[in-house]
């Protein structure tokens, strides 16, 4: 298996479902507040809430994959119980030791060292937790269980509107038409995802997932431009499913926008997007609802797979759209550009991290310190040629859908991910609603 793969859906969505990070997207932003994540200010203890053993996502995932005996059902609730207590417990004693050790106001850095406790804690307790699921079940369960395992949304519950929305099934449909005429494509859809997404409000991101209102527009007959184009305040573009690619973020360092220093969402300091609260599919929820994408989208990816009889990493997968015309593929492409009967193998981007240091603190203008680890996007730099595609991380070439050839994205395993650049001319139907929910376009997602 490629690189994205192995450490986003293995070590990413895996990691998430072994709580590496989990915990962090609860807990994080309290901690670092000095705010217990169970409670209102000044509490110091975190609640345990009650699992709900018939309505509890995790719970239901297992009954529902598996066929569970009654005597396997109540170990498996018991210890499923047990890990709720021990994710509490674990928590309490971060948050006493964080505020005792706690010396100034919060900052990215301390954000950063409570993650990584958090991590070194909690990452055995659920560890163990899924070990413990396993031996309780036959081979043929186990198999199953391998398949799924990466949906289930383990964490622990910080307050009341997370364990109402574990217990709640998820039950909004996809609704998206795509259509041609007159030289245009158009794509309507309400952003709701064509599988069951992680569980939101929850894992570091509060916001719902509500139904958009899309109407996204793009020529048919997209031309490269001689300059790339920036995205500013325009969307990336939009899957098959009608979930739009954004793969910006409105965290910057000190919290404040004029520092010229933003924050990834999938980078050292979030753990991989723990902390913006991404689920498995690399995705979460915009203020206003909104349901998209910072990375590959597994959950889609694996769906188009299963519907069409490929294999992840052996063929090419059309996943999208973008708001220029060419079309977005996942991470792979064929060995030759122009020959369809090479090897299909992983793609890469030609970007890289920076040598040496940012700028501290006490330079002019101030910066955040530290080497360039990948945690702001201006610790990104391209190279003409270091990889597979170009700035705007694509490349021109024959694909299943376009035999004759065009140009077409790449979403990668590392930086940008999503590519942030446009090689064509961008439909303004795609520009973001920067407005708080209620105001602006219909819709459209609001930056995070």
Not at 78 to 83: E, G, I, M, N, S
Not at 97 to 120: I, M
Not at 313 to 325: E, F, L, T, V
Request: proline letters at 9%; aromatic letters at 8%.
């Amino acid at each position: 298996m490629n690189f994205l793969r192995n450490i986003f859906v293995q070590k990413f969505v895996l990691h998430n479902v072994l709580l590496a990070m989990l915990p962090v997207l609860f807990a994080v932003t309290d901690l670092a507040s000095g705010q217990p994540p169970g409670g209102p200010p000044g509490r110091g203890e975190i609640r345990n809430y009650e699992v709900d053993t018939e309505r509890d996502f995790n719970l239901v995932r297992l009954k529902s994959q598996l066929d569970l005996t009654a005597e396997q059902r109540e170990a498996i609730v018991d210890r499923y119980r047990k890990l709720r207590t021990e994710q509490t417990v674990v928590l309490q004693s971060v948050l006493r030791e964080s505020e005792a050790n706690r010396k100034g106001p919060p900052s990215p850095d301390r954000r950063a060292l409570q993650e990584t406790q958090l991590r070194k804690k909690i990452d055995p307790v659920n560890q163990q937790f899924l070990a413990d699921v396993r031996e309780k079940l036959t081979e043929s369960q186990k198999s199953k269980f391998d398949e799924f395992v990466t949906e289930l949304d383990l964490y622990p519950i910080r307050g009341a509107a997370q364990a109402e929305a574990l217990n709640k099934p998820f039950d909004l449909k996809n609704r998206i038409m795509i259509e041609e005429r007159d030289g245009v494509r158009i794509i309507t859809a309400n952003g709701i995802p064509d599988y069951v997404p992680g569980v939101f409000p929850g894992r570091g991101n509060p916001a719902a997932i509500s139904e958009q209102q899309y109407v996204f527009r793009m020529t048919l007959s997209p031309k490269v431009n001689d300059y790339a184009t920036p995205h500013r305040r325009i969307l990336a573009g939009v899957a098959l499913n009608g979930v739009v690619f954004d793969p910006g973020t409105a965290e910057m360092w000190r919290n404040d926008p004029r520092s010229g220093w933003r924050q990834e969402a999938i980078s050292p300091l979030t753990i991989s997007g723990a902390k913006m609260g991404l689920d498995s599919s690399n995705a979460h929820v915009q203020p206003s609802g909104s349901y998209h994408y910072h990375a590959l989208p597994t959950g889609l990816i694996k769906r188009i797979a299963k519907d069409k009889g490929m294999q992840p990493g052996k063929h090419m997968i059309h996943i999208g759209w973008s708001p220029d015309g060419f079309p977005i593929y996942d991470g792979y492409g064929y060995s030759i550009p122009n020959d369809p009967t090479s090897p299909v193998k992983e793609l890469h981007s030609s970007y890289r991290l920076k040598a040496g240091n940012r700028p501290d603190e006490n330079s002019v203008p101030p910066g955040p310190g530290n080497s360039h680890d990948g945690t702001y996007t201006q610790d990104f730099e391209y190279v003409t040629g270091l990889g597979d595609l170009d700035e705007c991380n694509g490349r021109v070439g024959v694909t299943p859908e376009f035999p004759g050839g065009t140009y077409y994205y790449v979403i990668t395993s590392e930086y940008p991910f999503i590519p942030r650049l446009f090689r064509g001319t961008p439909d303004p139907s795609f520009a973001k609603n920067d407005q708080p929910p209620g105001r602006g376009r219909p819709g459209a997602a609001r930056p995070r």
